[in-house]
């Protein structure tokens, strides 16, 4: 894809092929780098990932304010991180289109954990449909790490399980410090 397409067509031109480009990520055949350099798609993807991550955590948090604070925490983290490794690596270059991937295929995931977090919600405890809503839960957030991995992989040149490590890192990263600033919901 060419790295201007979306500043060269038209809203609905750019849509679906950037949506395209996102799930061939999810689905490990496309790469970091084959995003735009864009700061604007950058930012739209980071607006979309917290706006895409307020419905999935929601019902697991117990208000709408607490789960902005979860998504804006999310992706502050994310960035200065990747800032920092990224500028230690010697591979600043690759900022936007690193953030760009993580926010377009986390706010993909994001939409998928919605109808699962309804199931888990709405189902009566230890029924059949708690546990294939957890089942699924578990498999998507395993496949969000992989996809993480393989996103840290292109960026840093790592191998797929050094990614996904470091994406495993993270998310116990994220998820202590979540605990320790908000209180329990």
Known sequence: ??????????????????????????????????????????LVMLLATIVSGVPAIIG??????????????????????LKIFLRLAGLSSRLLQTATALFGTGVLINLLSIPIQMMLDASPDNSASQFFGALLFFV?????????????????????SSGVLVAMGYFMLINTLVRLFLPAG
């Open 60 to 81: 697991q948090i117990g208000g709408l304010a607490p789960a902005l604070m979860i998504g804006v925490m999310d992706v502050a983290l994310i960035l200065v991180l």
């Open 140 to 160: 998507l957030l395993a496949w969000s790490l992989v996809i993480m991995g393989h996103i840290l992989r292109h960026s840093f040149k790592l191998q797929l």
């Open 1 to 42: 894809m060419d790295r201007h397409y979306c500043l060269q067509k038209p809203y609905g031109s750019f849509v679906k092929p950037l949506f395209e480009l996102f799930f061939n990520i999810c689905l490990l055949r496309a790469k970091p780098q084959d995003i735009p350099v864009s700061s604007a798609l950058m």
